[in-house]
């Protein structure tokens, strides 16, 4: 019966981590992030870039439009500086504030899911490991159960924290979309991008 339940436990543990590494790379997402202070994000249609304090989009249509936004809240759209009046920099510098806070933040919870990841392939490898405890006669698979069971409830708990975190940065996300809107019928230019 004990190597019944070793094998069983093989199993579950095996076909498990192939399910899980599946669900996992089916909902991943691209973020490439180099240390020269410079970030990039991919959304949809299109690439958010930090660099240097310049808010960099790319739209990834067929044109490839570029709009940047400094940290002095100057637009450029294609490389070419687009005048301003003081209402339509009041709303360049929220949309600029916003979008360095919520790139930081993703990338944050992009870096606590992944410890999370690696804290449950831990998890999958002491499982593992504490199935050949089931040979002792004072070990059995009820303790390996509530074993597991503990420490997988504290990556639940971290993973639900993670995950307001991220419905917070979606509300980010929808307040920065409404203020692209704006800008985009307060700026022409911003308007033909079909921003």
């Not at 240390?35 to 959304?43: F, K, L, T």
């Not at 933040?105 to 992944?114: F, H, L, N, T």
């Not at 504490?130 to 504290?154: Q, T």
Request: aromatic share 8%; hydrophobic share 40%; proline share 1%.
């Amino acid at each position: 019966m004990r190597y019944f339940v070793l094998t069983l436990v093989l199993i579950v543990f095996t076909v498990g981590s192939a399910m899980g590494y599946d669900e996992h790379k089916n909902h991943s997402s691209k973020v490439k992030y180099d240390c020269n202070s410079y970030e990039s994000h991919a959304y949809g249609n299109y690439e958010i870039d930090v660099e240097d304090g310049t808010v960099i989009i790319t739209l990834n249509d067929r044109d490839a439009d570029v709009v940047e936004i400094t940290a002095d809240y100057e637009l450029f759209v294609n490389g070419k500086r687009i005048k301003t009046n003081d209402e339509q920099k009041k709303l360049l510098g929220k949309f600029h504030a916003k979008t360095l806070v919520l790139v930081d933040r993703a990338e944050s919870v992009g870096i606590q899911g992944a410890k999370i990841g690696v804290k449950g392939a831990g998890l999958g490898l002491k499982a593992l490991g504490s199935v050949f405890k089931l040979l002792d006669d004072d070990y059995d698979s009820d303790d390996l159960e509530r074993e597991l069971e503990k420490e997988a409830a504290k990556l639940e708990a971290q993973a639900e924290k993670l995950e307001v975190q991220a419905n917070e940065i979606e509300d980010m996300a929808d307040e920065l979309e409404e203020i692209a809107d704006d800008l985009s019928q307060s700026i022409p230019e911003l308007g033909e991008l079909d921003w």
